[in-house]
């Protein structure tokens, strides 16, 4: 083993093997924090460890303290994530090819022991056939599981689920082999209270293999869950150009993005995207970067401006100059905030796990003093035995392995079909603890789309004329402005004119003929330079509404500047309904945006939150030092975003909510994706998550009471072990039906009001 030494408080970035609960987590964290001078973050969800060393402390001591807790270990950097998606992959095929066989044998072993009519001669024997490789292939998880607890001196719900299933299986060894059920007719039959000698006659071959199908089902969908937790660094990752035209010695080749350097020149045509962060050498355009910075409108290049990688080129032929590559870019430097902020959350303790560092061992120690007492007392072994099973058969978590995954799956499911995607079981303590929500504005509290908002014509000139030859001119071009002059001109119903002469400064107007009329519309200076000056009224127009963070569009015609068109980012009909159910869920709303303080105060105010709660000016790599602020106060943070830039504010806040119709990394960083574009989903996804979590955990109560109510009556041999499997079973049916309820659950947002977005000034 190389000795690999690090700097004074060196960070080291671990992949971590083997672990099965959250519990197997905390116990690798609580044994490398006992390393001096070592802070250690243990993710369940992302398999990764975060190691602070201090000097004197390697890496191989890391890895070996791992080890040695039975797990393994890694660097990240020789964990390619090809590597940890391939053996992601190899996890859940495994788990799922065990859950379908041991269904499929399982099923006729628990229809022969509950239904006698089914029962023929030698039934038991088919019943050991089949339950045989559900015992020991099927529930081999847990029992390797099991062994590495016990060679650590720990246990935890794999111990027992290992303990409980080869306890049923065993003693139905017995019963066949040296007792009488192996007997050809044996019948299975009931009795309310165990009778004495009665066990060499009982098989428990229905338990130990519907137990283990039960669990194996939560841990498939667990093991479905952690295998996307990857899926934000690869939806960021994949927007970048694959490829670029670089010229070498004015001829275009075209290479892999890999191969490009600082310094090369390369060529962007219209709609592709740019390769890489550089500085434009020649050309102008309009740069579409709505995928970085959520912000709709294009921005104006031009020679000696900065453009960013993964952004699109929406207008001219450009020629770029790199200045980052590779791990220096943008891109790269959002995807390792997403990253960090992954890893940074504490790992997610389950009730069950939590509880079972106590109610296991105490289980088996009543099993084994069960079997002592009654073998202390003079009762025979069969009796003892039969007390001793009765104990470990009651106490089986198999309503504990359904309480988590049926109300997980009814809640998601309903979930789904209000637009609503839960993530893990994770999410759903998030949404308990959570009393601030953070609203990023474009795309979430506004539509994140150009329209026209406000018409002012000069005086003396029609409302409508204004519309109608602006509306023409600009519905020539392809630009989001212009687009959205000509849809808000048609939706006014206002027949557009065909456009003769029509011709576009890139980044400054257009010009064209409409109807004799030699029309201009553009930015102020582009206006000017065809001698059309803007009055006092005017004036005031155009200042206040770029005051407020919109876009003032100056038209004139026939040698005069006729109105301005106010053009902007409309806030959502349903947005300020939104704002409100959060605050009755006890949020409180926090407004996000890089707009200017004015216009942010303006856009709060029509959603109904004050400008305390109103953060403006906030660059894209800024949002998520504006959660760990409110973190650092003490605030338990939920975040709504739907860009590329809200990516690593979603991954550090306590819950992430994306909105659906934003970008695939926005969506893949958050817990909760809210499909439909309206914010009142994000009050419906709090709600159901809440209800999800109460049901899981009434479901854990009544599974842990019903335990803690039978554990006397089977240690006094006043239970038939039988009925303690049928009771089990009964249990079992409470917590689906329990679940089955989250299906009547529904949105607060009325169905007659589909989010319909506004076309009208």
């Avoid at 559900?134 to 935890?156: I, K, M």
């Avoid at 200045?323 to 959002?334: F, S, Y």
């Avoid at 006092?536 to 770029?546: P, T």
């Amino acid at each position: 083993m190389t000795d690999t030494r690090v700097g004074p408080l060196d960070e080291v970035d671990l992949v971590i093997g083997g672990m099965t609960c959250a519990s197997c987590a905390a116990r690798i964290e609580k044994r490398l924090n006992k390393l001096d001078g070592v802070t250690a973050s243990v993710n369940y969800a992302t398999e990764q460890a975060k190691v602070q060393l201090p000097v004197g402390v390697t890496t191989d001591d890391v890895i070996a303290q791992v080890e040695s807790a039975g797990y393994t270990a890694r660097t990240a950097a020789t964990a390619a994530p090809a590597d940890t998606e391939a053996e992601r992959d190899d996890e859940t095929r495994p788990l799922r090819q065990r859950l379908v066989a041991s269904a499929l044998l399982s099923l006729p072993v628990v229809l022969l022991a509950m239904v006698p009519s089914l029962q023929f001669d030698s039934w038991q024997w088919l019943s050991l056939t089949l339950a045989a490789p559900v015992v020991t292939w099927g529930a081999w998880p847990f029992h390797r599981a099991a062994w590495t607890n016990l060679r650590h001196a720990t246990a935890t719900m794999d111990t027992l689920i290992s303990v409980g299933v080869l306890a049923a299986f065993g003693w139905s060894l017995y019963a066949l082999f040296l007792g009488d059920a192996g007997e050809p007719g044996m019948r299975h039959g009931f009795a309310w209270t165990a009778e004495r000698d009665m066990g060499s006659s009982l098989l428990y071959l229905e338990v130990a293999a519907g137990v283990t199908t039960l669990i194996l089902t939560g841990r498939y969908f667990e093991a479905r869950a952690k295998r996307r937790s990857g899926a934000a660094l690869r939806a960021l990752l994949e927007l970048g150009a694959k490829d670029v035209a670089v010229l070498r010695d004015g001829v275009e080749h075209r290479i892999a993005i890999d191969e490009l350097t600082v310094g090369d020149r390369f060529v962007v045509r219209p709609g592709e995207r740019i390769a890489t962060d550089g500085v434009v050498d020649d050309g102008t355009s309009a740069i579409d970067a709505s995928l970085l910075t959520g912000e709709p409108v294009p921005v104006e290049v031009g020679p000696g401006d900065a453009v960013t990688g993964a952004t699109v080129n929406a207008g001219g032929r450009l020629v770029v100059r790199a200045t980052q590559v590779g791990g220096d870019t943008k891109l790269a430097q959002i995807a390792r905030l997403v990253q960090d902020a992954q890893s940074g959350k504490a790992p997610v303790q389950r009730l069950a796990d939590r509880v079972s560092a106590v109610f296991v061992p105490i289980v088996i120690a009543l099993a084994v003093g069960t079997l002592g007492f009654w073998l202390g007392v003079g009762d025979n072994p069969a009796t003892a035995f039969t007390a001793a099973v009765a104990v470990l058969i009651i106490a089986c978590p198999c309503a504990l392995g359904l309480a988590t995954p049926t109300a997980l799956m009814v809640g998601t499911g309903r979930g789904a079909q209000l637009g609503i995607i839960i993530k893990g079981p994770e999410v759903l303590e998030s949404t308990r603890r959570v009393d601030t929500v953070v609203l990023d504005k474009t795309g979430t509290v506004t539509t994140g789309r150009m329209e026209l908002v406000d018409v002012h014509p000069a005086s003396g000139v029609d409302r409508d004329e204004l519309l109608r030859l602006a509306g023409s001119l600009e519905d020539a071009s392809e630009h989001p402005i212009a687009r959205a002059i000509a849809d808000g001109a048609r939706a006014a119903r206002i027949e557009l004119a065909p456009v003769d002469g029509f011709a576009n400064t890139q980044g400054l107007g257009v010009t064209g003929v409409v109807d004799g009329h030699a029309v201009v519309a553009g930015r102020e200076r582009f206006v000017a330079d065809w001698a059309m000056d803007l009055d006092d009224a005017l004036r005031i127009v155009k200042d206040d509404a770029e005051d407020a963070g919109r876009t003032a569009i100056i038209v004139g015609w026939d040698g005069a500047a006729r109105g301005i068109l106010v053009v902007a980012d409309t806030v959502k009909p349903t947005s300020a309904a939104a704002v409100a159910e959060l605050r009755q869920l006890g949020l409180r709303p926090v407004l996000l945006t890089g707009d200017n303080r004015r216009a942010a105060v303006t856009i709060g105010r029509a959603v109904g939150i004050e400008a305390a709660d109103v953060i403006s000016e906030v660059l894209p790599e800024d949002k998520v030092d504006v959660v760990r602020r409110l973190q650092a106060d003490g605030r338990v943070v939920a975040m709504i975003g739907d860009g590329v830039n809200d990516a690593a504010a979603l991954a550090q806040a306590d819950l992430g909510l994306a909105m659906g119709t934003g970008t695939d990394a926005a969506i893949e960083a958050s817990d909760l994706t809210l499909v439909r574009g309206d914010l009142r989903a994000a009050g419906d996804a709090i709600r159901l998550s809440r209800r999800t979590l109460a049901t899981i955990k009434g479901n854990l109560f009544w599974a842990f009471a019903y335990n803690v109510a039978a554990l006397p009556l089977a240690a006094a041999v006043l239970l038939n072990p039988m009925l303690a499997g049928a009771a089990m079973a009964f249990s079992s049916v409470f917590v689906v039906t329990n679940s089955l309820r989250l299906r009547r659950f529904d949105t607060a947002a009325p169905s007659h009001q589909p989010f319909t977005p506004r076309t009208t000034p």
